[in-house]
């Protein structure tokens, strides 16, 4: 059965920073590509980063490039989200899920999700 | 704004049915499959259909994709209480944001 557990949530003042983590269990981990997804309150989702299954390539969206740094240590089946510079737009609960992509991207989709941490940004 | 266009809400009584659309453009939908995800209140969104028509194991066929052009639709046949929730399309876009985009989410609320 897969799982994904995030952690590493919780209050943080604006221009701090904040790591995640997101623990993985029943697949194969160095051969899935994951990501990590934002729900604001209240509001829809929104993609954050995503990383291969070798941890060498990175994709962020632009609200949070530069500022974010995804990465895995496929050792321990864990991925990572590192957030530095947090502003209260960041303020929402952030999922990991398990990303299934393959014919060059033409298929690219979230299978399995985790419970999310919340991370609240404010002073 | 999203940069896929979906319904706020839609409505419908038990056992009849609702579809939910999802306007892109050709940097996402028009080239890439669409999946759809199902939220529960209070709950981790869950993957309803990928590569715009297929079921992951366990979801029932009540629930089915497609896609034409720049548009895709998600269906839900006999309609029942424990489907309200919020579903959301998604898709990779290769346009300038480069990047996997959601529709905004529409409410599915039985009445």
């Known amino acids: 059965e897969v799982q994904l557990l995030e952690s590493g949530g919780g209050l943080v003042q604006p221009g701090g920073s904040l790591r995640l983590s997101c623990a993985a269990s029943g697949f194969t981990f160095n051969k899935y590509a994951m990501t990590w997804v934002r729900q604001a309150p209240g509001k829809g989702l929104e993609w954050v980063s995503g990383?291969?299954?070798?941890?060498?390539?990175?994709y962020y969206a632009d609200s949070v490039k530069g500022r974010f740094t995804n990465s895995r240590d496929n050792s321990r089946n864990t991925v990572y989200l590192q957030m530095n510079s947090l502003r209260a737009e960041d303020t929402a609960v952030y999922y990991c899920?398990?990303?299934?992509?393959?014919?060059?991207?033409?298929?690219?989709?979230?299978?399995?999700w985790g419970q999310g941490t919340l991370v609240t940004v404010s002073s | 704004q999203s940069v896929l266009t979906q319904p706020p809400s839609v409505s419908a009584a038990p056992g009849q049915k609702v579809t939910i659309s999802c306007s892109g453009s050709?940097?996402?939908?028009?080239?890439?499959?669409v999946s759809w995800y199902q939220q529960l209140p209070g709950t981790a969104p869950k993957l309803l259909i990928y590569d715009n028509n297929n079921r992951p194991s366990g979801i029932p066929d009540r629930f089915s994709g497609s896609k034409s052009a720049t548009s895709a639709t998600l269906g839900i046949t006999g309609l029942q209480n424990g489907d309200e929730a919020d579903y959301y399309c998604?898709?990779?876009?290769?346009?300038?944001?480069?990047?996997?985009?959601f529709g905004a989410g529409t409410k599915v609320t039985v009445l």
């Open positions: 998604g898709t990779w876009d290769s346009g300038l944001s480069d990047s996997y985009v």
């Open positions: 990383i291969g299954g070798s941890g060498r390539s990175t």
């Open positions: 050709s940097s996402n939908i028009g080239n890439n499959y």
């Open positions: 899920a398990k990303r299934t992509v393959y014919g060059s991207g033409l298929s690219d989709y979230f299978d399995y």
